[in-house]
Nanobody, 121 residues
Framework: VQLQASGGGLVQAGGSLRLTCGAS????????MGWFRQAPGKERELVAA????????YYADSVKGRFTISRDNAKNTVYLQMNSLKPGDTAVYYC???????????????WGQGTQVTVSS
């Protein structure tokens, strides 16, 4: 599976962005998909993840109620809608694919190239 993330940018606090991750490969629907982020000097953390059947999702406490992950298996695409953005959300965001739901980035098999999100105060 090859992944390509897009949609990052510069936004003011309180604004919104939608990240998109396109995937190649016919087996996309079998993978759990996650969005991670990494700020300078910090470890990469799982922000949100979604199972293959969209019935199972995970959100980090810091983004619950503000971010929504979704996927369209017919389009081989996963989205991260980010609302009420805060300066603390500033980071490089990565999409990743795994065969199971995990918060450990080392367990993910495939990664996109990352997209920068910058939230100004």
């Amino acid at each position: 599976v090859q992944l390509q993330a897009s949609g990052g940018g510069l936004v003011q606090a309180g604004g919104s962005l939608r990240l998109t991750c396109g995937a190649s490969g016919r087996t996309f629907s079998r993978y759990f998909m996650g969005w991670f982020r990494q700020a300078p000097g910090k470890e990469r953390e799982l922000v949100a993840a979604i199972g293959w059947n969209v019935g199972s999702t995970y959100y980090a406490d810091s983004v619950k109620g503000r971010f929504t992950i979704s996927r369209d298996n017919a389009k081989n695409t996963v989205y991260l809608q980010m609302n009420s953005l805060k300066p603390g959300d500033t980071a490089v965001y990565y999409c990743a694919a795994n065969t199971y739901l995990s918060r450990d980035p080392a367990s993910y098999n495939y990664w996109g190239q990352g997209t920068q999100v910058t939230v100004s105060s």
